[in-house]
């Protein structure tokens, strides 16, 4: 990155950079992956370009459909220009299918549909390990009113609606998903972060039999292989819908 550019703040899978317009950010998806809280740790070559992509595609279809988002346009092939926003630390996972750490806690079986779509919360800290949080817990910290906690519960929804279909249509299904939100200078709430197979599971609905094909990040965690592939198939689908 131009040196003219100042690191704000580095995380996991990307790293955020000042923009001459000060209500601007400059995000580099890097390469690097993690599972379980960074105890594990990968570098895939071509995941940030593909997450940036990705994530572009799908930030413009969700414009398209009304939904804000910190996505402003691609500056390169992995990064992108997008609104500065004060990041809620909050991560709002909307479940369709029961897998991943909903089984591990409760005994609801892995492939389940849920009758409707389930919303976990988790307060993003890294030295807490992201807990599962309440609505009592979220307002004794203080952390947003109920108002703004609503909203971004109602904007998930809408989300995962227009997302359910659109990963229909290029033969995905979108088991569960990852957001987080943040405010604009105007006080707005902006869908932040991105959305890849990163933060997603998506299964390959152009399998004959009911065997479960992940084309997501759980090919990292669970040791599966074949991550860039799986990405790269994802991209190929959507560039060809859209
Ligand atoms: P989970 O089943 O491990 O709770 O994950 C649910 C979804 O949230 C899945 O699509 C992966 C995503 N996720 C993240 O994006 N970041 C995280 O730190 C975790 C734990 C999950
Ligand atoms: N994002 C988490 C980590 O940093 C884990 C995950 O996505 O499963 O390790």
Redesign the pocket.
């Known amino acids: 990155m131009n040196n003219n550019y100042k690191l704000i703040y580095e995380g996991?899978?990307k790293k955020v950079f000042s923009h001459n317009d000060e209500d601007k950010v400059i995000i580099e998806f890097k390469d690097d992956a993690?599972?379980?809280?960074?105890?594990?740790?990968a570098k895939f070559e071509g995941k940030g370009k593909l997450n940036c992509l990705i994530s572009a595609r799908i930030f413009e279809f969700l414009i398209e459909n009304n939904i804000p988002t910190h996505f402003i346009e691609l500056k390169n092939e992995n990064t992108m220009i997008a609104k500065k926003i004060k990041v809620i630390p909050l991560e709002i996972v909307l479940r369709n299918t029961a897998y991943?750490s909903l089984c591990k806690q409760t005994t609801i079986k892995p492939g389940t549909i849920l009758a409707k779509p389930l919303i976990d919360i988790y307060l993003k800290n890294?030295e807490l390990n992201?807990p599962l949080i309440t609505k009592d817990r979220i307002d004794l910290m203080n952390l947003i009113s109920s108002n703004d906690l609503d909203l971004i519960i109602n904007l998930t929804l809408k989300i995962n609606t227009v997302l359910k279909s659109f990963f229909k249509n290029i033969k995905l299904q979108l088991v569960d998903f990852?957001l987080e939100f943040g405010y604009d200078f105007k006080n707005n709430i902006l869908l932040g972060d991105e959305i890849s197979p990163?933060?997603c599971r998506l299964w390959d609905l152009k399998q004959k039999n009911d065997t479960i094909v992940s084309l997501d990040?759980d090919r990292f965690?669970n040791d599966l292989g074949g991550l860039i592939e799986a990405y790269s198939e994802i991209n190929r689908r959507i560039n060809e819908f859209i």
């Open positions: 996991k899978a993690t599972a379980f809280n960074a105890l594990k740790k991943g890294d992201d990852k990163d933060n990040k965690r």
